[in-house]
Nanobody, 118 residues
Framework: QVQLVESGGGLVQAGGSLRLSCVAS????????MSWYRQAPGKQRELVAA???????NYTDSVRGRFTISGDHATSTVYLQMDNLRPDDTGVYYC????????????WGQGTQVTVSS
């Protein structure tokens, strides 16, 4: 029922910018937390940024000040604005959505590739 579809990835030179988007469908009452994760070659998947239902946000230290997460309730979309990209930002970026009922329900998108060249 719930489906997350990411877009906006691509190839960019160091110092450039990309804006990722994730459209969520199939959840009438929204999500409690939406977030972006990434997985670089040879590394574990890591949290990049998260946004809660109250609009509070949190970022991994390595991206704080460069990335901005935001949401648009009207379009059921979460965004990740990425500025001043570095080669070590390269990886597959995944959208994640979570809501609580009797337990956490967690959903993942298919991922979108971000490649930053030097």
């Amino acid at each position: 029922q719930v489906q997350l579809v990411e877009s906006g990835g691509g190839l960019v030179q160091a110092g450039g910018s990309l804006r990722l988007s994730c459209v969520a469908s199939g959840r009438r009452f929204g999500f409690d937390v939406m977030s972006w994760y990434r997985q670089a070659p040879g590394k574990q998947r890591e949290l990049v940024a998260a946004i809660g239902s109250t609009g509070n946000t949190n970022y991994t230290d390595s991206v704080r000040g460069r990335f901005t997460i935001s949401g648009d309730h009207a379009t059921s979309t979460v965004y990740l604005q990425m500025d001043n990209l570095r080669p070590d930002d390269t990886g597959v970026y995944y959208c994640n959505a979570l809501y609580y009922y009797d337990r956490p329900y967690i959903f993942w998108g298919q991922g979108t590739q971000v490649t930053v060249s030097s």
